[in-house]
Every structure is written in C-alpha cells, then in structure tokens.
C-alpha cells in the first residue's frame, strides 16, 4: 500500500500552504479533504490582510506582521508554478473608527489619510454611522481569496502532492505511542507525521477534541458601474466594501454563532447591501452576482491552535479565525520548521493546544 511522509487534513489555504511547504523539503505529502478542496472557509473568506496593531490582537501581532511582509513572494511563487494570477492589491484601507470606543492603541499620525477623503473616494459619502468615526488610512494589501486558494491548489500538483478528496477523517491512527496515519469513512492512509488542518471541523477527528467551533460570516459579491467606483478597501463599523481588480466588490460580513449551517438570509444580506449603499449610493446601480455565507474556524480565545500535541508525530494547525488568509505563509514555514524538528523563531506557547487541556 503507498504511504507518505506527511498527511494534511483538510484544503483550505492553511493546508495547502502547508503541503507546499513540506513538500519543497522533500517530504511526500497526500492532502486529504472531506469535500472538495479549498472550498469552505478559505473560498469564503474577504481577504483584507490586516496586520496593522490597530486592528490585530496582541498575541498575533508578530506572526501577522511577518506574514504580510511574505505575502508579495508567496502570491509570486503560486502564480509562478501555477501559471494563475491572483489579485493582490495595495491600494490600501481607508477605516471608519467609532471614536467613543477608540483604546489607546489608536493610530498616530502617521496613519493619517495622505489626501483628502474626497479625492481619495470621491464617490464614498459618509454618513449617520460614520459622523461618529474618526477615518484613518492603513497600507494593508488585500487578496483575492478564491485566486490564492485555486492557485495553491495547482501549485501543490505541480509539486507532487497528492490529493484525496471526499474522504471525512474520522480519527488519526496511533500505534505503540506515535501517530501512524489516519482513518476515513471508506479507507485508511499511512503517514508517520500527521497535521490537523481541519478548520471548523478540527474537533470531530480524534484522539483530540481541539475546541474549534464554526462562527458564520455571511457576506455578498457586485459588479460595480465603474470598475474602479471605489479603489480602497473600506471597513467601517457597519460594513466593509473590498474592490477587486476586475470590477467586482464584496460587501461583508456578519458574525453569527449558528453552528454549521452556511444557508444565506435574504433580510441579512439585504442589510448588508443597504449599509454599503449607505457609505457609496451609486452601488444602487451595481449588479449582485451572488451571496453566501462561510465558517470561520474559531476557538475559545479567538486564538490559532498551533504546534506539535501530546502524540508525537501528531499536529496542529487550525483555529484561525479571520485571519487565516492572512496568516497562511508564517503558518505553513513555522509549522514546516516544527515538524522537522528545526526551532520555529517564534514563541508558539501562547498558541499551543496544551493550553485547552483543563
């Protein structure tokens, strides 16, 4: 029976990034899916990569910081071995801050906007919501979720990484103490070393139940009149509106505990659509080309699970929450240096799954 070095369960851009990453160390890598890959959240996803301190959560800071400055190589490498192009833009995000719940960490100067906010946008108008805010400029990038995940797919095949699709991980398989590969609802596969990239659906696999859970995110996508009516990504307290090259604009996206159903709610999609054409009324005009609703991969403290766990040969990737876009490229080179035995160059303790034990 073949076997591989390496099994990744699940295809989300967490996984594949990771697969790629082994693979480029010689490890041979079979990814496996229990539908088809790179289709939940990661094809759900926005793609603003937020790594500013204003907007990123402490403990992540570092890790979102060092991935962003990778995202331009890592967009390069899969267009490059794909032969795809993926829209990465660096317009940059133009944020809408409610000043009454500004913290300390607010943006300095620095962060000012570099024109005015009506030859930046001049079809953005803002309104009752955002007379509140204070409006400053951040240089993130943002990506085309769906462009990154397809690409990452056909980089992964033209690196040799194997794919089982339509397989559901029901358990790693443990032999005499190590892992030894994993079992399915229709097979087994052998692998010394084996990842949990399951997302949402990291808790069903055993031996461990990590405490992933899914928190929905529904969100819609238009055609645009003009295709550069709005140029920046714009997040406000209410909504945000993400250009894409071609013309296209998503306007997302809600928070909702809701378990694992991704059914899409007329009335909230429709709030969704009025409150960006509260900020850009000539969207009025705009053509919606479809809504959906995606599962991001939360846990109990909104934090990554991410290291080896008490198994050896078994790990952990998930839990990434909104930042899985973002964090795809620092978490595939630390989780590739972990397993292979090399020091990660981060403080991963604060991220380990040892701490849901109690």
């Not at 402490?58 to 910081?65: D, F, G, K, N, V």
């Not at 009454?100 to 309104?127: K, T, V």
């Not at 056909?154 to 397989?167: E, K, L, P, Q």
């Not at 997040?235 to 013309?247: E, K």
Request: aromatic share 6%.
């Amino acid at each position: 029976m073949k076997s591989w070095d390496a099994i990744v369960i699940g295809a989300g851009i967490i996984g594949l990034s990771l697969a790629i990453e082994l693979r480029k160390r010689g490890l041979r890598v079979l990814v496996i899916d229990k539908g088809e890959p790179g289709r939940e959240a990661s094809w759900a996803a926005g793609g603003m990569l937020c790594d500013s301190p204003y907007e990123t959560r402490p403990e992540l800071q570092e890790l979102a910081a060092a991935s962003a400055r990778m995202y331009p190589e890592f967009v390069h490498e899969l267009e490059d071995e794909s032969r795809l192009k993926i829209d990465l833009r660096s317009q940059g995000t133009l944020v809408f801050r409610d000043a009454s719940n500004a913290s300390s960490n607010s943006p300095s100067a620095a962060n000012s906007l570099p024109a005015p906010l009506a030859d930046l946008e001049p079809e953005l108008h803002p309104n009752a919501s955002t007379a509140r805010c204070s409006t400053f400029f951040l240089p993130e990038r943002c990506v085309d979720p769906r462009d990154l995940t397809s690409a990452a797919i056909a980089a992964a095949r033209h690196r040799g990484v194997d794919f089982s699709s339509g397989d559901h991980v029901l358990n790693v398989e443990i032999t005499k103490g190590p892992a030894s590969g994993v079992c399915t609802n229709k097979t087994h596969f052998a692998a010394s070393i084996v990842i949990n990239c399951a997302g949402a659906w990291a808790r069903e696999i055993g031996p461990y139940a990590f405490p992933t859970r899914p928190v929905k995110g529904q969100m819609l996508c238009v055609v645009m009149p003009e295709k550069e009516l709005v140029r920046h990504v714009v997040r406000t307290p209410d909504v945000y509106l993400i250009p894409r090259s071609d013309g296209r604009m998503l306007i997302g996206a809600t928070s909702e505990e809701a378990g694992f159903d991704k059914r899409t709610v007329v009335e909230t999609i429709q709030k969704l659509r009025q409150s960006a054409l509260d900020l850009v009324p000539r969207l009025a005009d705009a053509r919606i080309l479809e809504a959906w609703a995606g599962l991001r991969p939360g846990t109990p403290d909104a934090l990554p699970i991410l290291g080896a766990t008490a198994t050896p040969g078994y790990f952990v990737a998930t839990g990434h929450y909104r930042d899985g876009i973002l964090l795809a490229p620092i978490t595939a080179r630390i989780m590739a240096r972990v397993i292979t035995g090399e020091s990660p160059q981060f403080d991963l303790s604060k991220f380990a799954a040892s701490r849901f034990a109690a």
